[in-house]
């Protein structure tokens, strides 16, 4: 079945640091690939996607890259703020069926 | 503001009650999703609806129920309340019937809360 393994967290980095946060994923066909963000009291809100192998995805700083031969979309921001806590889903989609990884929480310090 | 209102933002109720938790998708949007969040299990899909029709069905309990409506809001009944129901429901709409090129737009969630 399709399924998204991301790291697990929580991940605490200092403002300016640089961000990966790992994902990869198992499916039958080739799907598409999401990065959501879930700010505190908030639903998820899409960040990027790719739906092909070698696309890059990319939003607010934030990019990540479909890698097919290494079933991967791992998520990468240069330079981290303050405001970028928050909870972090990937997610794919194939065959309208669309799964969710479990969510890898942020906290940036000032 | 995704455009996808929920309600009722909060609700506390017993065991063995039922409740309603209503969502109105994003103008234009055709299809909605329910999920469910908890601290254990994650985000959980539990049923999808296009253009009023159930699409697709995920990890959905007998006692859950959902229905789409021709103005195209949904609703999600729970019965028979259990504490492990505790958990925020959200709501997502998109534009297509899959997922595959159309994201999903999420409301803010119905916290539930069974005591």
């Known amino acids: 079945g399709n399924s998204v393994t991301q790291m697990e967290g929580p991940v605490t980095l200092s403002e300016e640091a640089f961000l990966t946060i790992n994902c990869t994923y198992t499916a039958t066909g080739y799907p598409s690939l999401f990065w959501y963000v879930q700010y505190p009291g908030e639903g998820l809100q899409l960040l990027l996607k790719?739906?092909?192998?070698?696309d890059k995805g990319s939003n607010k700083g934030f990019e990540a890259t479909y890698r097919k031969e290494t079933t991967s979309f791992h998520l990468e921001k240069g330079s981290v703020q303050v405001s970028d806590s928050a909870v972090y889903f990937c997610?794919?989609?194939?065959?309208?069926?669309?799964?969710f990884g479990a969510g890898t929480r942020l906290t940036v310090k000032p | 503001d995704s455009g996808v209102t929920q309600t009722p933002k909060h609700l506390i109720t017993a065991t063995g009650q039922r409740v309603t938790l209503r969502c109105s998708p994003r103008?234009?949007?055709?299809?909605v999703y329910w999920y469910q969040q908890s601290l254990d299990q994650g985000l959980q899909f539990l049923i999808q609806y296009y253009n009023g029709e159930e699409r697709a069905k995920g990890n959905i309990l007998e006692r859950f129920s959902a229905q789409q409506f021709p103005d195209l809001h949904s609703e999600l009944n729970l019965s028979s309340l259990e504490l492990g129901d505790s958990a925020l429901y959200f709501c997502a709409s998109s534009e297509q019937g899959s997922s595959y090129n159309s994201p999903l737009h999420f409301g803010n969630g119905t916290r539930l809360t069974v005591t």
């Open positions: 103008s234009g949007d055709l299809s």
């Open positions: 997610a794919l989609t194939y065959n309208n069926d669309m799964r």
């Open positions: 790719a739906t092909k192998a070698d």
